[in-house]
């Protein structure tokens, strides 16, 4: 039995690391698309710079929401490894509220921009902005869609092992999306507009 | 330490930095003359940055909480210098490529090349 447990956890801590590597190749790969912004800010073509675009208060608001998610997310692992489904339920259900909300205000953002004439096309720097922070909004569609699918499947059968596995993994990639949210506000919002 | 402090102490923490690098960027831009220059404004919110990551990684996702992890962090360091490899050279090959192609600098290449 003793062996079952450790045998158990062996494999989660494995599963865990190989899915860190993946997220650490993931890391590399939005690198390369700040490594474009950082070369590209500047080539507005005749359009609009950093500060005419962008909408700080805005973007505050996206970065508390998220932030309230990460720890909502973080809190259902927690009450998962103790068996408490429906909490666990209700937090993952608050992550994915949160989530939404910051995707849409982020679809706001895109399309009053793609509105006012500044589609990705319009520039390099439109190209590289939008490229950055859709790819990082795509990730995070991905993430709403892995919770829409982790809450069903909790709703059929409850907490098992694997169930805290799957939820544990899910909570890795949204501290990640948050942890890149921190180079995304820092780096193209707060620098945009002081630069 | 307890999980739910770290989750909690993480969020205070990320929290308050994120407020600070915003209340002193949004200062900045509706003060015209303000206190702090644009580099040093940069490098503060760059340095916020650093900290907000590094208290995520520990609060959040635990780098350095479980003695297990300790591979965990080791591809994080790795990861983050290849990170630093491949932002730091690209703007520097860049910005040297976008100084050596203008006409002026093309025009100076051609001379010096004919001159065998």
Known sequence: MIAAAEHEAEKASKTYFLFWTYLMTDLLMFAGLFAAF?????????????SEVY?????LAETIILLASSYTAGLAVYFANRGR??????????TAVLGASFLALELSEFAS????????????FLSSYFSLVGTHGLHITAGLLW?????????????????????TLFSMFWHFLDIVWIFIFSIVYLMGVSL | MNRVVSYSAGLVLAFALTLTAFSLV????????????????IAIVLVLAM????????????????????????????????????????????????????????????QDQSTF
Do not use: C
């Open chain 1, 38 to 50: 950082a070369v590209l800010r500047r080539s507005t073509f005749g359009g609009p710079g950093e």
């Open chain 1, 55 to 59: 909408n700080l208060p805005l973007v």
């Open chain 2, 51 to 110: 900290v907000q990551l590094a208290a995520q990684l520990y609060f959040f996702l635990h780098l350095g909480q479980d003695k297990e992890s300790r591979w965990n962090t080791t591809l994080f360091v790795f990861t983050f210098f290849g990170i630093l490899v491949v932002v730091l050279a690209s703007v520097w090959i860049m910005g040297h490529l976008n100084y050596n192609m203008t006409p002026a600098q093309m025009n100076q290449y051609f």
């Open chain 1, 113 to 124: 921009l793609i509105r006012e004439g500044n589609a990705p096309t319009r520039s390099g």
């Open chain 1, 85 to 94: 489904l429906k909490v666990v339920m209700g937090l993952l259900y608050a």
């Open chain 1, 147 to 167: 919770l829409v699918i982790l809450l069903v499947f909790l709703a059929k059968r409850g907490l098992r092992g694997s169930m805290i596995r799957k939820i």
């Open chain 2, 26 to 41: 949004l200062a900045h831009v509706h003060h015209a003359p303000s206190a702090l220059s644009s580099p040093a404004l």
